[in-house]
């Protein structure tokens, strides 16, 4: 019997009657992960740590829908006692000493976290191919991307290894690789989610999210992880709300927007389609749908470059070799320390972002570049906060094309942010933004569509997004064979 | 009389007295064990993240009004990027943009007359950690790392180290006063910086700018401007030039030696620090922390001098902020202040200096020092009297009279029991007598003693003196 096949609902009760214990799942959740261990989808295992907490949770009561359930982390998630690298050769000897709050709260709900999963270093790239340790590979087609950053934690989803993942998403790194793979993900409202713990790519955008099977398991995750936290003074102070409330409700009342820019032809027709036939289906259920043109938004993959990669440079500048992580073994000098151990510890794709953004912030390119981008980027959220006057929530794809090869040319760098160019404007706006599954390309690859909501208004996106799950009732298991087209 | 003109300005750090670090819940102390007061967040680890205390932003705002500072009702903080072993992030969080306070000044009074050291800005920021070099290796200690600090330069106003030296006795009074620092220059709570050009004229344009670092005491940096003064003077009269530089003070020299050549200016690669949001000043903050500015000594030294306390005691009084506080309370009392002044910086602080014990830690009310004034001034006790029942006046409860009481001093305050005692002794002594009247004063001063021997010191030897005085006419 595979139970972590079953429904969260059914997990539970099983729980809960003590027909299974949490250990089972845990064991489960190894067999899975040694059973596609090809797929490369982890950087760090909790194997020996995860069994002894399901053993001691035996004895508790199953008090939380949550309760018992394997969990996986992106490892730019700091986790304590527990290897924490970014997929980066300079932390990986890096043990923290402290638990990032997201962590604190899926312990409280008695959550295991079963590994870190791979991912792009510092989660920058778009293909998980700037891991140290290699990149994850499609569940669909091992020849294929699981996307990025958050590749790995899309890739454990997919393979139905696990249940829940956390990911993360400076600009897109959530919703691209789910749309890649055909799951769930969900990038919130930043704010909605503390941030302290996440290792900093771009502090004005970073934000942790839920990556699921499902939506209503998205749901349930999110409400775990939501609060203000003192510890991050960027968190947001919102009344406790349940965001599968909407979940199975109709969408007659719903009012959706769709980008021309998102309908353009930088999107693959096959795509293009699939997102029309959507809308039909949403039109014929009620829903009104029309198409609008947002100011800015095309402008946002530069906005993008300015500010990720100056807060980046600026982020990583504490990788030094002299507290933490990798060190340049029998330094010259301090200078030595500081080259040496960059030049050794960090990656081309890293060095190439921090050397971009170090002379983006430089004397007078801060005015000219940063300031300006952060100036515009405020129009920007005006702009389409000024599209959810009128409309309850904006759909369209997630990507421009469905997941590629593994070894398709790395050597442009404008192709991976390309690949981002519909996902990051909610980046810049701090909106919440999810990514479901709608279908499969004719090479069988999945296709996404991403539903973006006004701030904080995430249940709507599960309302939506519950809608056309049901709807389409994809078949969603790589290895179960047969698609739903 | 040099040729030249010296243009000088300071920049200031002073260690702000909160209870926690600015960035985390660390706490804020001085002389703990190495790296005992630090966390997470001071040293710099992956996935932290600062948060503001707001005593620091209460204590800015104090210490702009202290200044005379125009407020900035809405700012935000920058990231100072630069790789520095002592730097935990290899970025310094500081205000670059948005000083909390600008165009402000402090006022000195030079050659008797009264000048303002204008302030350009102030500004907050966290210290970086202390390094401590031991041969090849370097040693640091994180429990400097986030302590708060705020930076307050001036313009290039000043024209001497004289000025600089006033300007910063001046800083360290009012801040000390305010609560704000404990600025202390050895434990490096206070540190100042100066920058010194020279120009033959003012209708030149100012000279090539020299910074000088690490000066250690404030008599020190008027020593080090006026060397760097002379040295540029020698310099450009010998036709050598020299480019922007910064150098330190040393001690053992007596003079300033060169640390570095700036090349070009700095590249700091500013910006607003992402990780705290923009603060709003309200007046609600602003009035708070006015409420809270204890009174400064401008004020104090004022009221002193109208209440008749003596200029030398106004202003040890001043030096001393316990007593002077002290001393504020009695103000609305009627009574003798120089007496009051008298007492409590002679006598009293001397059992204080012995005892290591603050005027605070003792039992003498107000009330009670009102009443041992009182008896001071109609000479029931005398001051050797009063050193006798000193320690009871300052360690019992009861009052002044009672202790007298107690320890069996009655002073002869009746003039005609001492005319009866001065005339016995002039009548047995009359070699002095005769002395006396033949003009040599010392025979006075052996009548005196003979006086006091007599009354076992229990008289004012000021009326007996008074009254010796008239009986031998």
């Not at chain 1, 006004?454 to 996106?461: C, L, Q, T």
């Not at chain 2, 050659?111 to 800005?121: A, C, D, P, R």
């Not at chain 2, 313009?155 to 800083?171: D, F, R």
Request: negative net charge.
């Amino acid at each position: 019997m595979k139970y972590l096949n079953l429904k969260i609902e059914e997990i539970n009760k099983l729980l809960k009657e003590k027909k299974i214990t949490p250990t089972i799942l845990v064991e489960e959740a190894f067999e899975n992960i040694e059973n596609n261990k090809e797929l490369n989808a982890y950087i760090t295992l909790n194997k020996e740590e995860a069994l002894k907490q399901a053993k001691e949770l035996e004895n508790k009561e199953v008090d939380n829908i949550l309760f018992g359930l394997p969990i996986a982390l992106k490892d730019n998630i700091i986790t304590k006692g527990l290897r924490t690298t970014c997929a980066s050769h300079i932390l990986d000897n890096f043990i923290p000493i402290y638990n990032a709050t997201v962590v604190e709260k899926l312990k409280s709900k008695n959550m295991i976290i079963i590994g870190k999963t791979n991912m792009d270093e510092f989660a920058m790239g778009s293909s998980s191919r700037t891991s140290y340790f290699g990149a994850p590979r499609n569940p669909w087609n091992k020849e294929k991307i699981s996307g990025g950053s958050s590749g790995g934690s899309a890739t454990t989803i997919a393979a139905r290894d696990v249940l829940f993942a956390l990911g993360s998403d400076t600009g897109g790194s959530i919703r691209q690789p789910a749309s890649y793979t055909g799951i769930v993900g969900m990038k919130p409202t930043y704010g909605r989610v503390s941030r302290y713990g996440l290792v900093a790519f771009a502090s004005s955008l970073d934000q942790i999210g839920p990556m699921t099977r499902n939506v209503y398991e998205n749901a349930i995750l999110l409400n775990a992880i939501v609060g203000k936290d003192d510890k991050d003074l960027t968190s947001a102070k919102k009344e406790e709300e349940d965001f599968t409330r909407f979940i199975g409700k109709d969408i007659k009342v719903l009012k959706l927007a769709v980008p021309n820019f998102f309908m353009s032809d930088i999107v693959n027709i096959e795509i293009r389609n699939k997102v029309k036939d959507i809308i039909k289906v949403l039109e014929n259920n009620g829903a009104k749908v029309d198409y609008i043109d947002i100011k800015y938004i095309d402008k946002a993959m530069t906005l993008y470059q300015i500010i990720a990669m100056g807060e980046a440079s600026s982020n990583l500048a504490r990788f030094d070799g002299i507290r933490y992580g990798h060190s340049k073994e029998n330094p010259e000098n301090i200078e030595d320390v500081y080259y040496g151990t960059r030049a050794e510890g960090f990656g081309e794709e890293v060095k190439r972002r921090i050397m971009v953004g170090s002379y983006l912030l430089s004397g007078e390119n801060a005015k000219t570049y940063y300031n300006k981008a952060l100036s515009i980027r405020d129009d920007m959220r005006k702009e389409l906060t000024n599209i959810f006057k009128d409309y309850d929530l904006i759909i369209g794809p997630t990507t421009t094309t469905t997941a590629y090869n593994l070894d398709d040319p790395m050597d442009d760098p404008k192709k991976s942010f390309m690949d981002d160019v519909l996902v990051i404007p909610v980046n810049m706006a701090g909106l919440p933004g999810l990514n479901i599954p709608i279908g499969f390309d004719s090479k069988h690859m999945p296709i996404g569509m991403q539903i973006i909501a006004n701030a904080f208004e995430e249940a709507k996106i599960y309302h939506l997004a519950s809608f056309i799950e049901k709807e389409l009732n994809l078949k969603l298991d790589p290895k179960g064979g047969e698609h739903n087209e | 009389m040099s040729n030249y003109i010296a243009t000088v300005g300071v920049e200031v750090h002073v260690e702000l007295k909160t209870n926690t670090k600015i960035f985390s819940n660390s706490i804020n102390g001085y002389g703990e064990m190495a790296n005992s007061l630090t966390n997470v967040v001071d040293l710099g680890y992956p996935g932290t993240l600062p948060t503001l205390n707001e005593e620091v932003i209460n204590l800015a705002l104090k210490a702009a009004t202290i200044l005379n500072c125009k407020i900035r009702r809405e700012m935000h903080f920058d990231r100072k990027n630069y790789f520095y072993p002592d730097n935990p992030k290899n970025y310094q969080i500081t205000q670059a943009r948005t000083p909390i306070g600008y165009d402000g000044y402090v006022e000195i009074e030079i050659n008797g007359e009264k000048k303002k050291i204008y302030i350009e800005e102030m500004h907050i920021e966290e210290d970086t950690c202390k390094s401590a070099h031991r041969g090849t290796k370097t040693l640091l200690d994180f429990n400097r790392a986030g302590v708060p600090l705020i930076e307050i330069v001036t313009k290039p106003c000043m024209e001497s180290g004289e000025e600089a030296k006033l300007y910063l006795e001046k800083l360290r009074e009012i801040l000390f006063y305010g609560n704000i620092s404990d600025c202390k220059i050895e434990e490096g709570s206070m540190r100042a910086d100066a920058n010194v050009s020279i120009r033959k004229s003012k209708s030149d344009p100012f000279g090539i700018k020299v910074e000088i670092k690490n000066i250690g005491s404030i008599s020190n940096v008027a020593l080090s401007i006026e060397k760097e003064r002379l040295r540029q003077e020698k310099m450009i009269e010998a036709k050598e030039t020299f480019k922007p530089q910064t150098r330190r003070f040393d001690d053992k020299l007596g003079d300033t030696v060169l640390m570095r050549v700036k090349e070009t200016g700095n590249d700091y690669r500013y910006f607003p620090e992402p990780d705290i949001p923009f603060v709003i000043i309200t007046d609600e903050m602003i009035e708070n922390a006015k409420k809270t500015i204890p009174m400064l000594p401008d004020e104090r030294r004022k009221l002193y001098l109208e209440k008749g306390v003596s200029k030398i005691n106004t202003t040890k009084l001043i030096q001393n902020r316990v007593l002077s506080d002290y001393f504020n309370n009695l103000l609305n009392e009627f009574t003798n202040f120089q007496i009051a002044s008298n007492l409590l910086l002679g006598d009293i602080s001397g059992y204080l200096n012995k005892t290591e014990k603050t005027i605070n830690d003792t039992t003498l009310t107000k009330e009670r020092f009102i009443e041992l004034i009182n008896c001071i001034e109609d000479n029931t006790l005398t001051s050797k009297n009063l050193k006798e029942i000193l320690e009871s006046i300052l360690t019992s409860k009861k009052s002044i009279k009672e202790i007298i009481k107690e320890n069996n001093i009655e002073n002869i305050t009746d003039d005609s029991a001492i005319k009866e005692i001065i005339n016995k002794i002039i009548m047995n002594n009359p070699e002095s007598v005769n002395d006396y009247k033949n003009g040599h004063d010392r025979a006075i001063k052996f009548l005196m003693g003979q006086v006091m021997k007599e009354t076992k010191g229990q008289i004012d030897p000021k009326l007996a003196m008074e009254i010796l005085q008239n009986e031998l006419q």
